[in-house]
């Protein structure tokens, strides 16, 4: 089977199911929201209208403006593309990092496996808000830093797969007969390993961008993510949440497209997981 | 013997037992609450009178400790508290004479007139270990207090200080600490102190707030309340929350936040003209600000009642000048200004910047979010391209202070004032750069008219230095000034609070039951 013929039957397997669908369709809207931004905003998500401050929707403002006047339709959407690139950057980098050092643990000797171990436990044991906190009190709060701790503290889950993962490939006879024709452990690890492990690191990585979302709306909530006028998710509820009783639609707004988004990636990430994972295949799902 | 009971015994003895407990709680309900809880924004620095934080520290103080005399509620004049008698001689002496048997807490004795002696002289005269009170100004010509018997002394002066009375004798800074107390607990009195007030502070925890219970060796009236729990919380939302819930009794918060609580079952509402004073400065040592032009252009580029709009609801009055009324000094001719692009775009051309790339910084509070917004927006329309930069509390405080203090750019700054003019122009002398004058504003005319305020006895004298203080603070175009704050108090209808004008300075042991 071609990788793209692979491909397409995980995808209909993913769209063999509602929550699959549901999912599928949900990211498709968020992340095409994010990408096409300018296109498909009404306004500049920053442009303030101090007179025409919590305005209810109307056709100029579909979903109304917050407490500086701003289009919260437009602020919504860029608010996506924040969170989208976030989840990118820091889900994309902790899978690489972690990938890598969870390999490398696999092919280090006792010792050096366990020293990398350790340095997973250790971030580990960090809750990400509590490091978020640490790290925004000496650096202050930007969109960036959030993106690094977060790729930090997911790093660890990223390592730990590839390691199990690779810990039980090294003895497979295929890998066993690349070493008998003198393949370099490099050539064996990239070109033979990491095909066959990215599957469960995918999932694994879908299953995540929920989490990533949440906490960046979090951070920025509690004002240690992005700088304003910047627009999150995160800091849209806050202002809301400040202005509660003059308007409740930001709130409302902004909730619900963060529980929407959170939703979608979950039930895409699940198809996903089934939709990749033989074991369930050999149960006759 | 039937055990049974009938269906209609049953009714009257259920009907009973309703009444009763009705009884029973309508009567717990109708006793005065014992505790109340109050709410401050800030966090518990120091309770060590010399070295208080700010309001947030001096309520619990005014609170723990006596003074000589105390400002009466309504801030018209002093009451006799620790003193007998307390005669100003002339201009540069004044004697007093304590009530005997007054004591201090923990066991620390008889308050004596050595302590008043060691407590006004450690402001400058005589720091104990060489640390000098940021609050000395309110000692201003304090050259000695001499003891003269055990309960008797005199207060001597250098020359005469107009606010000596209002801002040092009768408030904090006029506060009697025990001398052994403090030397013997040093740092620690600053969260232990030992008072002679009507309360004693019961336990203090960072980020959490102090309780404070009654001094059973008090010799003054009985305060009403047993415990006050002096709550930190941040947040004003948070705050409205605990207020409606009733785990609040008393808080000042914002219009926004407090005018939605207008008619809510059990709260009161009221509103009283601020005296805070909130702008926007600009620090004239840091570069491009360096040159007038560009603080002018940015004094230009804002739109004032704007700011106000986005983060008072437009409640809050505008300030044009520092000294607000009714304060002594209030310049009613201040310049007010309107925005104006063209001309604050000609100002940058005039002084080679055309693009300029700034901060504002400023506290994570909804309202100073709203309002740098605001003003960032109006800046870049001149070429202006700020960033604002949210601190988290314990971050911004430092901010503009030491060196840190020299990098700041612009920010937007809440100072409360008292109803002298001294007390408020003290911030912005070349001796606070580096503490509270965050602007970096060194003027030695200002300088002069500062001291000579503190020195001038006639009031009309006294208003036309301040006036001409404020002129020189106009001049510099260092100073957006924004609002003297609305006081919006909310309260539980139960409780009766006593503040002085302002609301900013409370006065928690003549706190009732309404």
């Known amino acids: ?285 | 013997m039937d055990h049974f009971m009938s269906r209609r015994a049953f009714v009257g003895a259920s009907a009973a037992a309703l009444t009763l407990a009705m009884g029973a709680s309508s009567s717990v309900s109708a006793q005065p609450k014992s505790t109340i809880t109050v709410r401050i924004d800030r966090d518990i620095t120091a309770l060590d009178p010399a070295f208080r934080g700010g309001p947030h520290d001096a309520n619990v103080v005014r609170a723990v400790f006596q003074r000589l005399a105390a400002l009466k509620v309504d801030g018209s004049g002093l009451e006799l508290d620790a003193a007998a008698e307390l005669k100003q001689v002339d201009p540069t002496l004044i004697e007093f004479t304590l009530k005997p048997g007054q004591m201090f807490t923990d066991g620390f004795g008889e308050m004596t007139a050595e302590d008043v002696k060691f407590s006004f002289e450690r402001f400058a005269v005589a720091p104990v270990d060489g640390k000098v009170s940021p609050y000395k100004a309110d000692w201003a010509g304090l050259t000695e207090v001499e003891v003269t018997g055990t309960y008797t002394g005199r207060i001597k002066l250098s020359a005469p200080n107009a606010g000596l009375m209002t801002i040092a004798i009768g408030d904090c800074s006029g506060c009697i600490v025990s001398k052994k107390a403090v030397l013997e607990r040093g740092a620690e009195h600053n969260t232990h102190p030992v008072g002679s007030g009507a309360y004693q502070v019961a336990s203090v925890e960072k980020q959490r707030g102090a309780v404070l219970r009654r001094n059973p060796d008090y010799k003054g009236a009985r305060p009403a309340f047993e415990e006050i729990r002096v709550n930190f919380i941040q947040d004003p939302k948070t705050t409205e929350l605990a207020l409606r819930s009733g785990e609040l009794d008393f808080a000042v918060l914002p219009p926004s936040i407090a005018e939605p609580m207008r008619g809510a079952s059990g709260l009161s509402v009221e509103n009283y003209p601020g005296l805070a004073y909130i702008w926007l400065g600009i620090n004239m040592q840091k570069a491009p600000f360096t040159d007038v032009r560009v603080r002018q252009a940015v004094r230009l580029a804002l739109d004032v009642d704007q700011i106000l709009l986005a983060g008072f609801n437009g409640k809050a009055p505008r300030l044009n000048a520092l000294v607000m009324p009714p304060v002594l000094g209030y310049w009613k001719d201040a310049p007010i200004y309107k925005r104006n692009v063209a001309e604050a775009r000609r100002l940058l051309a005039e002084a080679g910047q055309t693009s300029i790339k700034t901060r504002i910084t400023i506290l994570n509070q909804p309202a100073y979010q709203s309002m740098a917004l605001v003003a960032r927006a109006l800046l870049q329309e001149v070429g202006i391209s700020a960033e604002v930069d949210v601190q988290e509390g314990g971050t911004y405080w430092d901010a503009g202070k030491g060196e840190a203090g020299k990098n700041i750019d612009m920010f937007l700054m809440r100072f409360n004032g008292k109803l002298d003019p001294s007390f408020l122009m003290q911030w912005f002398t070349s001796s606070q750069i580096g503490l509270w004058n965050w602007q970096r504003f060194a003027s030695p005319e200002y300088d002069q008219l500062a001291q000579q305020a503190i020195r001038e006895l006639d009031p009309a004298k006294r208003a036309e230095i301040a006036i001409k203080a404020q002129q020189e603070m106009d001049k510099s175009a260092a100073f957006v000034w924004l609002t003297n704050d609305v006081a919006y108090v909310v309260r539980r209808t139960s409780v009766k609070p006593a503040f002085l004008p302002g609301a900013i300075d409370w006065q928690l042991d003549k706190f009732t039951p309404a």
């Open chain 1, 1 to 285: 089977m071609t990788a793209f013929a692979a491909t397409r039957a995980t995808f209909a397997r993913i769209l063999s199911g509602p929550g699959g669908i549901v999912g599928t369709v949900i990211i498709v809207l968020v992340v095409g929201s994010a990408i096409f931004a300018p296109l498909v905003v009404t306004h500049d998500p920053d442009a303030l209208d101090i007179l025409n401050r919590f305005s209810g929707p109307s056709a100029a403002h579909w979903l109304g403006t917050d407490n500086l006047g701003r289009d919260l339709y437009s602020r919504l959407v860029y608010g996506a593309r924040v969170a989208m690139m976030v989840a990118l950057f820091a889900i994309g980098s902790a899978l690489v990092v972690g990938t890598l050092l969870g390999m490398l643990a696999a092919s280090l000797n006792a010792r050096g496996e366990r020293l990398l171990l350790i340095v997973f436990d250790i971030i580990s044991s960090f809750p990400s808000l509590v490091l978020a906190l640490a790290v925004v009190a000496v650096f202050g709060p930007s969109t960036a830093l959030v993106t690094a701790i977060v790729a930090v503290t997911l790093m660890p889950h990223f390592g730990r797969v590839a390691r199990a993962q690779m810990l039980t490939l090294r003895h497979a006879p295929f890998i066993e007969a690349e070493r008998l024709i003198g393949a370099s452990p490099v050539r064996i690890a990239l070109s033979h390993i990491l095909p066959n492990i990215a599957g469960p690191l995918v999932v694994l990585a879908s299953i995540d961008i929920p989490v990533v979302i949440t906490i960046e709306a979090g951070l920025s909530f509690i004002g240690l993510g992005v700088r304003p006028p910047l627009a999150s998710w995160g800091t849209l509820i806050y202002d809301g949440y400040a202005y509660l009783s003059d308007s409740r639609v930001p709130v409302i707004v902004a909730s619900a497209a963060l529980a929407i988004a959170t939703l979608g990636f979950t039930l895409f990430g699940e198809a996903l997981r089934d939709a990749v994972d033989p074991r369930l295949d050999r149960e006759g799902r």
